[in-house]
């Protein structure tokens, strides 16, 4: 609608909490960093973009990978073939919050539980642009040596604070700043700033239009839309795919009734979470 696109055009560039470690990095390494800045027609066509790549519509996965859609494009048009990202980290060396406040023993069957089913869009999105993406902290060596690491030293406390990737953290304790070592975690949602889209999207979709949209859904797809942001890239899906079927009829998400993948906490396709 119009008073849709009014909305979007008045929407401000998507900044993240990254910006200012990156610049604080940057200075203090003395490399050449580049600012994308990305105004809202940038994320509209990243979010096309991503859902045709991807083919989902789980909300988290596209609202994350659109940062990778928009970087690797970036860099794509500066004539970069070959980039080399941290994926990964947070999977081999407890990275996440969830992780750090469980005990040892949890912490040991999440990690191997996370290793079996981890993947990474970004390397989808890097091969339908046509470039190599190179991911170190998945090395087969790299993880075989995470595995004899004790616990210990992937999650400990510094100040009475306690730290995933401990011993990422202590590798470069002498060269990077402490303010970007001891810095916590926090989503790439946030990081980048896209985690903006929940409220764009909440303002843009009117509660009747939702209403009315997610029951006709419902009704005609037998799928359940959770939010305004996936009513949106749900819309966009189904102009492109239709949700494969089950092949097992076992294991399927109750929103979407696509299968699961085993040991998976979330539905792939629509992003249910805890499933």
């Not at 730290?163 to 590798?171: D, E, H, N, P």
């Not at 305004?228 to 109750?254: M, R």
């Not at 696509?258 to 992003?271: A, H, Y």
Request: aromatic fraction near 10%.
């Amino acid at each position: 609608s119009s008073a849709a696109s009014d909305v979007y055009k008045r929407q401000k560039d998507f900044v993240g909490t990254d910006l200012a470690y990156s610049q604080i990095t940057a200075k203090h390494l003395g490399i050449n960093l580049k600012l994308k800045y990305a105004e809202i027609n940038d994320v509209l066509n990243a979010i096309t973009e991503t859902v045709k790549i991807l083919k989902n519509f789980n909300d988290i996965e596209i609202r994350n990978s659109i940062v990778s859609y928009l970087y690797l494009s970036e860099l794509k048009e500066n004539n970069v073939s070959t980039v080399i990202t941290g994926d990964g980290a947070d999977e081999i060396f407890a990275g996440y919050n969830f992780l750090i406040q469980k005990d040892h023993t949890e912490i040991k069957k999440e990690l191997k539980r996370m290793r079996e089913i981890m993947h990474f869009p970004s390397q989808k999105i890097a091969n339908e642009l046509g470039m190599s993406i190179e991911m170190p902290f998945i090395d087969e060596n790299i993880i075989k040596m995470a595995e004899t690491l004790p616990i210990d030293s992937l999650v400990n406390k510094k100040d009475g604070i306690t730290f995933g990737k401990w011993i990422l953290r202590k590798a470069f304790e002498n060269d990077l700043p402490s303010s970007v070592i001891w810095r916590k975690k926090t989503p790439m949602q946030d990081g980048s700033g896209t985690v903006g889209l929940i409220k764009m999207f909440d303002s843009v979709i009117t509660d009747d239009i939702f209403k009315e949209k997610t029951k006709k859904i419902k009704s005609e797809d037998n799928v359940t839309i959770r939010t305004k942001e996936s009513l949106h890239y749900y819309e966009f899906y189904k102009e492109n795919f239709k949700i494969p079927e089950s092949t097992n009829g076992k294991n399927q998400c109750s929103d979407c009734n696509t299968d699961i993948v085993s040991n998976s906490k979330f539905c792939g396709m629509c992003g249910r979470f805890p499933i």
